[in-house]
């Protein structure tokens, strides 16, 4: 992890504390908060869904980030290895590697979509750079973002830039710098959603969007809306992707576990619901569909920007900032494949670094294309988008975390994981074991099956 980390006995560690929250909140910050998020809880009702999520950062969530910051800590490995090395400590079937190999794939997918929508973002700085959004029209801001998605060489030129960007500072090894950078931009990024939110409040629609957001309607609640939120508190805090457990094995003994999950749990809640505080005023004031899916920030932002006073620049530090949040996420991703490559294949750091770009780059072409010569081409009704979102968010995410919890609370000693947590030896530990061994499991069981409809509840 570059010079953000310090060697100590032969494993990288981060300097301090701090360092490695920031690089954590850096990984789960980004188009999760701020582009999925919204659509998400408009795509499925609002309030009864947001709830959900809630409940499932709180009880799954933070706890399964625990345990992979814990696995990632004690193994000192990337996910495969840390798998192997505590399955064997425990005296457990090595397949529990397996564990590690999905999250890897899993966080590899991602990145092939993460990709794209990280390029409309960079496409909309320049947009905003340029005026584009002056006084910009409700129905003249959907042209605009049904134009981009419309012209494949254009997406396929931004989601070129962000590959190749991505892999030049993972070649590098540049995380220090990133690291530093995070310093300066996440307090930028959050200062400009809350600039949104008191533009949000001035629509004279603010008490419509607090009513849609926290007003819950269980009658609009779907069961896979259920599964939507579940995969989502996954997504959001990156887990069962590799990327929190590659972080977590930077991690130093002092580091209080349980807190620092905490710390980020909360901050990253509070980064979607701002977003869905800034966005979902102007959907009502203009009468946009709530529903309206992946481009609702890029439909509703513009004509916010476009009508507030500094408009042009606010927009543009805006989407500027929501690039550098979707870099961060998207290295955090790569991490896990990279170091793989070069630990375990003795590849260098630069060859990993191209190859993994050139994957990517094919991989992405899918979701490229599945907003516009691909459109009609669909599996089950889902695009190649679609698809790779499903298969990662709501299946692989909730299996993997579903795996790792039965891995951390059931497999794992007691005793090892008492004193890794760092919760104490009384009744937080014992609530965090209930839980893991328990609530954790039996809810994603149920979500999923209830889901996929070999249950009904
Ligand atoms: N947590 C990121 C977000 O909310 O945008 C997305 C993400 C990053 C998912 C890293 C998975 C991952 F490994
Ligand atoms: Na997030």
Not at 167 to 189: C, D, F, Q, T, W
């Amino acid at each position: 992890a570059g010079n953000a980390a310090v060697s100590t006995g032969g494993r990288l560690q981060w300097s301090s504390r701090l360092t490695f929250i920031l690089a954590a909140a850096g990984s789960a910050v980004g188009l999760g908060n701020i582009w999925k998020f919204p659509y998400i809880t408009g795509e499925n009702g609002g309030g009864a869904f947001v709830l959900v999520y809630l409940a499932c950062i709180l009880v799954i969530g933070i706890p399964v980030m625990m345990a992979e910051i814990m696995i990632g800590r004690r193994s000192q490995q990337n996910p495969t290895g840390a798998m192997a090395t505590m399955a064997k400590e425990a005296g457990a079937n090595p397949l529990w590697k397996g564990v590690g190999w999905m999250a890897i794939i899993c966080g590899f997918l991602i990145l092939s979509f993460y990709t794209v929508i990280s390029g409309w973002t960079l496409s909309y700085t320049v947009s905003s750079v340029t005026g584009a959004f002056d006084t910009i029209t409700p129905d003249a801001a959907g042209a605009m973002f049904g134009g981009m998605l419309a012209d494949p060489a254009q997406l396929l030129m931004w989601s070129t830039v962000v590959v190749v960007t991505t892999m030049y500072i993972v070649s590098r090894g540049l995380h220090a710098g990133l690291e530093k950078a995070i310093n300066y931009m996440m307090p930028l990024l959050i200062a400009l959603v809350l600039v949104m939110v008191g533009y949000a409040t001035s629509t004279g629609h603010f008490a419509e969007a607090i009513n849609f957001l926290f007003t819950p309607d269980f009658s609009k609640l779907s069961t896979e809306a259920v599964l939507v939120a579940l995969g989502h508190a996954f997504f959001t805090l990156s887990l069962a992707s590799g990327a929190i457990m590659t972080y977590g094995s930077y991690v130093s003994k002092s580091t209080s576990i349980a807190k620092t999950s905490i710390m980020i749990g909360i901050f990253d809640t509070a980064v979607a619901l701002l977003a869905g505080l800034a966005i979902f005023p102007i959907v009502f004031a203009y009468g946009l569909e709530p529903g309206a899916g992946p481009g609702l920030i890029f439909v509703t932002l513009p004509i916010a920007f476009g009508q507030m006073p500094y408009g042009t620049l606010f927009g543009s530090l805006f989407f500027v900032m929501l690039s550098m949040a979707a870099l961060t996420s998207a290295i955090s991703m790569i991490e896990p494949t990279v170091s793989w490559l070069t630990e375990k294949r003795k590849m260098s750091r630069g060859k990993a670094s191209a190859l993994v770009g050139l994957v990517l780059w094919t991989l992405g072409l899918g979701t490229v294309f599945s907003f516009n010569i691909w459109q009609d081409n669909t599996l089950f009704g889902k695009t190649f988008f679609d698809a790779i979102d499903f298969l990662t968010a709501n299946l692989m995410m909730p299996l993997g975390g579903l795996l790792v919890a039965l891995f951390a609370a059931w497999v794992m000693k007691s005793n090892v994981v008492k004193e890794e947590l760092g919760l104490g030896g009384g009744l937080l530990f014992t609530a965090w074991q209930f839980v893991m061994r328990f609530i954790t499991p039996i809810a994603i069981v149920v979500v999923f099956l209830n889901a996929l409809g070999f249950i009904n509840i």
